[in-house]
């Protein structure tokens, strides 16, 4: 029974630590100010895009919850989007926006910095 109770506790303190990438922006924006808040950066290899996932990231990108504030192309097919949120959906909406971002495009977004 200690075991289990051991077990849950490591697993309760695991996943009470996970943390988005919306939640690590916004922590680093009001610990340090060196982030932009709810300002993200990911990059799209476009020469690995399917065109189903192609259509998919223009409706994310050019949404109305979203606006491009740079879009900077880069070799090889690829383009660089610095996407700021708009006001008008919940947190959660802007979660699932960045995950499937990133599944999409299969890089990392990033937080923005202001440096």
């Known amino acids: 029974m200690k075991k289990i109770i051991a077990i849950l506790m490591l697993a309760t303190s695991f996943f009470a630590n996970a943390q988005t990438l919306r939640e690590q922006c916004e922590n680093a924006y009001y610990a340090t100010g060196y982030v932009k808040l709810h300002q993200y950066k990911i990059v799209v290899n476009w020469a690995r895009t399917s065109d189903h996932a192609l259509v998919e990231l223009e409706n994310i990108l050019y949404s109305d919850n979203f606006k491009v ?47």
């Open 69 to 115: 504030l740079k879009e900077k192309e880069l070799p090889n097919y690829k383009t660089l989007y610095v996407l700021k949120e708009s006001i008008g959906e919940d947190a959660y909406y802007y979660e699932a926006a960045l995950a499937k971002l990133e599944s999409l495009t299969g890089n990392k977004a990033s937080c923005v910095y202001d440096l």
